[in-house]
Protein backbone atom coordinates (compact mmCIF):
# COMPACT_ATOMS: atom_id res chain seq x y z
CA UNK A 1 0.00 0.00 0.00
CA UNK A 2 0.99 3.43 -0.60
CA UNK A 3 1.13 5.51 2.63
CA UNK A 4 0.59 8.39 2.97
CA UNK A 5 1.92 11.43 5.47
CA UNK A 6 0.46 14.44 6.08
CA UNK A 7 1.84 17.84 8.20
CA UNK A 8 0.78 19.35 10.21
CA UNK A 9 -1.69 17.26 11.78
CA UNK A 10 -3.59 20.87 12.88
CA UNK A 11 -2.86 24.80 12.95
CA UNK A 12 -4.31 27.91 14.05
CA UNK A 13 -4.33 30.67 11.73
CA UNK A 14 -6.29 33.57 10.89
CA UNK A 15 -9.01 35.03 8.25
CA UNK A 16 -6.38 36.32 5.16
CA UNK A 17 -4.05 33.85 6.28
CA UNK A 18 -1.97 31.74 4.02
CA UNK A 19 -1.68 28.31 4.92
CA UNK A 20 0.45 25.61 3.35
CA UNK A 21 -0.41 21.21 4.20
CA UNK A 22 1.83 19.12 3.03
CA UNK A 23 1.13 15.38 1.62
CA UNK A 24 4.08 12.96 0.97
CA UNK A 25 3.66 9.64 -0.38
CA UNK A 26 5.79 6.49 0.18
CA UNK A 27 6.26 5.89 -3.59
CA UNK A 28 6.20 8.31 -6.59
CA UNK A 29 2.34 9.01 -7.47
CA UNK A 30 2.67 10.97 -10.76
CA UNK A 31 0.31 13.80 -9.26
CA UNK A 32 -2.40 11.37 -8.89
CA UNK A 33 -3.89 12.97 -5.89
CA UNK A 34 -6.76 14.45 -4.83
CA UNK A 35 -7.45 16.83 -1.77
CA UNK A 36 -10.04 16.99 0.23
CA UNK A 37 -12.34 19.54 2.37
CA UNK A 38 -14.06 18.12 5.37
CA UNK A 39 -16.39 19.97 7.68
CA UNK A 40 -17.83 18.37 10.94
CA UNK A 41 -20.73 16.08 10.43
CA UNK A 42 -20.41 16.00 6.79
CA UNK A 43 -19.17 14.01 3.86
CA UNK A 44 -16.01 15.21 2.49
CA UNK A 45 -16.05 17.52 -0.43
CA UNK A 46 -12.71 17.24 -3.00
CA UNK A 47 -11.32 20.56 -4.10
CA UNK A 48 -8.48 19.43 -6.34
CA UNK A 49 -7.72 16.59 -8.48
CA UNK A 50 -4.47 15.73 -10.19
CA UNK A 51 -2.41 17.13 -7.55
CA UNK A 52 -3.07 20.77 -8.90
CA UNK A 53 -6.46 20.66 -10.75
CA UNK A 54 -9.45 22.89 -9.54
CA UNK A 55 -12.49 21.60 -9.51
CA UNK A 56 -15.26 23.61 -10.95
CA UNK A 57 -16.47 25.93 -8.27
CA UNK A 58 -13.89 25.68 -5.93
CA UNK A 59 -12.43 29.32 -5.14
CA UNK A 60 -9.25 29.72 -6.72
CA UNK A 61 -7.62 30.76 -3.04
CA UNK A 62 -7.16 27.04 -2.99
CA UNK A 63 -3.96 25.62 -5.06
CA UNK A 64 -2.14 22.43 -5.42
CA UNK A 65 1.30 21.68 -6.62
CA UNK A 66 4.16 19.14 -6.15
CA UNK A 67 5.38 16.35 -8.11
CA UNK A 68 6.91 12.72 -7.39
CA UNK A 69 6.03 12.36 -3.48
CA UNK A 70 5.56 15.64 -2.05
CA UNK A 71 2.48 17.85 -2.39
CA UNK A 72 1.44 21.15 -0.95
CA UNK A 73 -2.53 22.32 -0.77
CA UNK A 74 -2.40 26.26 -0.29
CA UNK A 75 -5.02 28.53 0.70
CA UNK A 76 -4.57 31.98 -0.27
CA UNK A 77 -6.41 34.12 1.79
CA UNK A 78 -8.28 32.37 4.33
CA UNK A 79 -12.02 32.37 4.51
CA UNK A 80 -14.24 31.69 7.96
CA UNK A 81 -15.42 28.62 5.46
CA UNK A 82 -12.06 27.37 5.31
CA UNK A 83 -11.88 26.19 8.75
CA UNK A 84 -12.07 22.52 8.56
CA UNK A 85 -10.24 19.06 7.83
CA UNK A 86 -8.31 18.62 4.71
CA UNK A 87 -7.51 15.13 3.62
CA UNK A 88 -5.13 13.91 0.69
CA UNK A 89 -5.52 10.81 -1.29
CA UNK A 90 -3.86 8.79 -4.00
CA UNK A 91 -5.39 7.34 -6.98
CA UNK A 92 -2.25 5.84 -8.50
CA UNK A 93 -2.57 2.30 -7.42
CA UNK A 94 -4.58 0.04 -5.03
CA UNK A 95 -5.53 0.20 -2.33
CA UNK A 96 -6.88 4.12 -2.79
CA UNK A 97 -5.04 5.57 0.52
CA UNK A 98 -5.91 8.66 2.38
CA UNK A 99 -3.43 11.18 4.25
CA UNK A 100 -4.10 11.38 8.02
CA UNK A 101 -5.88 15.36 7.79
CA UNK A 102 -5.07 18.65 8.58
CA UNK A 103 -7.63 20.36 10.61
CA UNK A 104 -7.31 24.00 9.98
CA UNK A 105 -8.66 26.18 13.35
CA UNK A 106 -8.97 29.76 13.90
CA UNK A 107 -6.39 31.61 15.82
CA UNK B 1 -29.41 16.09 -9.02
CA UNK B 2 -27.59 12.90 -8.16
CA UNK B 3 -27.96 12.03 -4.30
CA UNK B 4 -26.87 9.00 -2.25
CA UNK B 5 -28.15 7.97 0.77
CA UNK B 6 -26.89 5.24 2.94
CA UNK B 7 -28.94 3.03 5.60
CA UNK B 8 -28.61 0.43 7.68
CA UNK B 9 -28.72 -0.70 11.42
CA UNK B 10 -26.90 1.84 13.92
CA UNK B 11 -25.63 -0.80 16.07
CA UNK B 12 -24.19 -4.33 15.24
CA UNK B 13 -23.09 -6.84 17.99
CA UNK B 14 -19.76 -7.94 17.65
CA UNK B 15 -18.90 -11.02 15.37
CA UNK B 16 -21.99 -10.27 13.71
CA UNK B 17 -22.65 -9.14 10.06
CA UNK B 18 -23.30 -5.18 8.96
CA UNK B 19 -24.82 -4.95 5.78
CA UNK B 20 -25.62 -1.47 4.85
CA UNK B 21 -27.45 -0.07 1.23
CA UNK B 22 -26.62 3.00 -0.42
CA UNK B 23 -29.75 4.30 -2.52
CA UNK B 24 -29.15 5.96 -5.25
CA UNK B 25 -31.64 8.82 -7.24
CA UNK B 26 -30.76 11.07 -10.21
CA UNK B 27 -28.92 8.64 -11.75
CA UNK B 28 -28.42 5.07 -12.80
CA UNK B 29 -25.82 2.45 -11.07
CA UNK B 30 -25.86 0.69 -14.08
CA UNK B 31 -24.39 3.86 -16.24
CA UNK B 32 -21.07 3.03 -18.15
CA UNK B 33 -17.99 4.82 -16.62
CA UNK B 34 -18.97 5.08 -13.15
CA UNK B 35 -18.12 3.54 -10.35
CA UNK B 36 -19.44 3.32 -6.51
CA UNK B 37 -18.32 2.54 -3.63
CA UNK B 38 -17.85 2.47 0.27
CA UNK B 39 -15.66 4.48 2.80
CA UNK B 40 -15.38 4.56 5.90
CA UNK B 41 -14.49 6.92 9.11
CA UNK B 42 -13.99 5.84 12.37
CA UNK B 43 -14.84 8.87 15.03
CA UNK B 44 -12.48 11.06 15.35
CA UNK B 45 -10.56 9.68 12.58
CA UNK B 46 -9.29 9.53 9.03
CA UNK B 47 -10.91 7.91 6.17
CA UNK B 48 -10.35 4.69 4.66
CA UNK B 49 -11.38 2.84 1.52
CA UNK B 50 -13.22 0.08 1.90
CA UNK B 51 -14.13 -1.26 -1.85
CA UNK B 52 -15.95 -0.13 -5.25
CA UNK B 53 -17.82 -1.77 -7.47
CA UNK B 54 -18.02 -1.23 -11.57
CA UNK B 55 -20.73 -0.57 -14.33
CA UNK B 56 -19.73 -3.98 -15.06
CA UNK B 57 -20.14 -5.12 -11.73
CA UNK B 58 -16.28 -6.28 -11.18
CA UNK B 59 -15.32 -6.01 -7.60
CA UNK B 60 -12.44 -4.24 -5.61
CA UNK B 61 -11.39 -4.58 -2.09
CA UNK B 62 -9.18 -3.16 -0.05
CA UNK B 63 -6.94 -5.96 0.95
CA UNK B 64 -6.85 -4.78 4.23
CA UNK B 65 -10.74 -5.85 4.61
CA UNK B 66 -10.92 -8.22 1.85
CA UNK B 67 -12.15 -11.53 3.64
CA UNK B 68 -14.60 -9.82 5.87
CA UNK B 69 -16.43 -7.32 2.77
CA UNK B 70 -18.47 -8.48 0.05
CA UNK B 71 -20.30 -5.65 -2.11
CA UNK B 72 -23.29 -6.41 -4.76
CA UNK B 73 -26.34 -4.54 -6.39
CA UNK B 74 -29.92 -4.39 -6.99
CA UNK B 75 -30.50 -2.91 -10.08
CA UNK B 76 -34.35 -2.91 -9.97
CA UNK B 77 -33.83 -1.02 -6.94
CA UNK B 78 -30.69 0.96 -8.17
CA UNK B 79 -29.48 0.24 -4.71
CA UNK B 80 -25.57 -0.72 -3.72
CA UNK B 81 -24.69 -3.18 -0.92
CA UNK B 82 -22.29 -3.98 1.24
CA UNK B 83 -21.74 -6.41 3.88
CA UNK B 84 -18.92 -6.91 6.58
CA UNK B 85 -18.90 -10.04 8.19
CA UNK B 86 -17.54 -11.01 11.86
CA UNK B 87 -17.36 -7.63 12.42
CA UNK B 88 -15.44 -5.93 16.49
CA UNK B 89 -15.22 -2.43 17.85
CA UNK B 90 -12.50 -1.57 14.84
CA UNK B 91 -15.10 -1.66 12.70
CA UNK B 92 -17.15 1.58 14.16
CA UNK B 93 -17.74 4.10 12.15
CA UNK B 94 -19.02 6.29 9.72
CA UNK B 95 -19.79 4.91 6.39
CA UNK B 96 -20.05 6.66 3.35
CA UNK B 97 -21.26 5.12 -0.06
CA UNK B 98 -19.88 7.32 -2.97
CA UNK B 99 -19.94 7.93 -7.02
CA UNK B 100 -16.38 7.39 -8.42
CA UNK B 101 -15.64 10.21 -10.70
CA UNK B 102 -16.52 9.18 -14.52
CA UNK B 103 -13.47 7.34 -15.77
CA UNK B 104 -13.16 4.01 -17.76
CA UNK B 105 -11.30 2.93 -14.30
CA UNK B 106 -11.73 2.80 -10.26
CA UNK B 107 -8.47 4.26 -10.05
CA UNK B 108 -9.89 7.93 -8.98
CA UNK B 109 -11.95 9.53 -6.33
CA UNK B 110 -15.44 10.02 -5.12
CA UNK B 111 -16.95 13.29 -6.36
CA UNK B 112 -20.21 12.47 -5.01
CA UNK B 113 -21.13 11.12 -1.49
CA UNK B 114 -23.73 10.26 0.49
CA UNK B 115 -24.23 11.53 4.14
CA UNK B 116 -23.06 9.41 5.60
CA UNK B 117 -24.31 6.30 8.44
CA UNK B 118 -22.81 5.59 11.90
CA UNK B 119 -22.35 2.32 12.74
CA UNK B 120 -21.52 1.20 16.05
CA UNK B 121 -20.26 -1.93 17.04
CA UNK B 122 -21.12 -3.35 20.82
CA UNK B 123 -19.67 -5.99 23.16
Known amino acids: DIQMTQSPSSLSASVGDRVTISCRTS??????LVWFQQKPGKAPKFLLF???RLESGVPSRFSGSGSGTDYTLTISGLQPEDFATYYC?????????FGGGTKVEIK | QLQLQESGPGLVKASETLSLTCTVS??????????WGWIRQPPGKGLEWIGS???????YYNPSLQSRVSMSVDTSNNQITLTVSSVTAADTAVYYC???????????????WGQGLLVTVSS
Open chain 2, 98 to 112: GRHRYSSSMYNWFDH
Open chain 1, 89 to 97: QQYHSPPLT
Open chain 1, 27 to 32: QDISNS
Open chain 2, 26 to 35: GASITSSGYY
Open chain 1, 50 to 52: DAF
Open chain 2, 53 to 59: ISYRWST
